[in-house]
Nanobody, 118 residues
Framework: QVQLVESGGGLVQTGGSLRLSCAASGSIFRSNVMAWYRQAPGKQRELVARITSGGTTNYADSVKGRFTISRDNAKNTGYLQMNSLKPEDTAVYYC????????????WGQGTQVTVSS
């Protein structure tokens, strides 16, 4: 059983920064794509960023240049560095693991709240 535990969320002012972490149990972390999703109130969950086991990254247009996804396979941990935060970044952020070749995650974390005040 794989467990993903996010941390690092909180309240920050516009223009501030936060770093989210996602700690994974089990040994599958390093062979899977890791992704961060977010869901704002009343909106659908959306993909924010993803990183392959080899380090190739993709970002949603709304966060390009502001967010950086990374991973440390030795620690089974992934990260999302969020800079220049905006009120529209307010959401619950979820980390997820996606098996190679699949489009959707198999495993989800419980989520961490990020609130950006104006």
């Amino acid at each position: 059983q794989v467990q993903l535990v996010e941390s690092g969320g909180g309240l920050v002012q516009t223009g501030g920064s936060l770093r989210l972490s996602c700690a994974a149990s089990g040994s599958i972390f390093r062979s899977n794509v890791m992704a961060w999703y977010r869901q704002a109130p009343g909106k659908q969950r959306e993909l924010v960023a993803r990183i392959t086991s080899g380090g190739t990254t993709n970002y949603a247009d709304s966060v390009k240049g502001r967010f950086t996804i990374s991973r440390d396979n030795a620690k089974n941990t992934g990260y999302l560095q969020m800079n220049s935060l905006k009120p529209e970044d307010t959401a619950v952020y979820y980390c997820a693991l996606i098996r190679p070749g699949l489009a959707l995650p198999d495993y989800w974390g419980q989520g961490t709240q990020v609130t950006v005040s104006s």
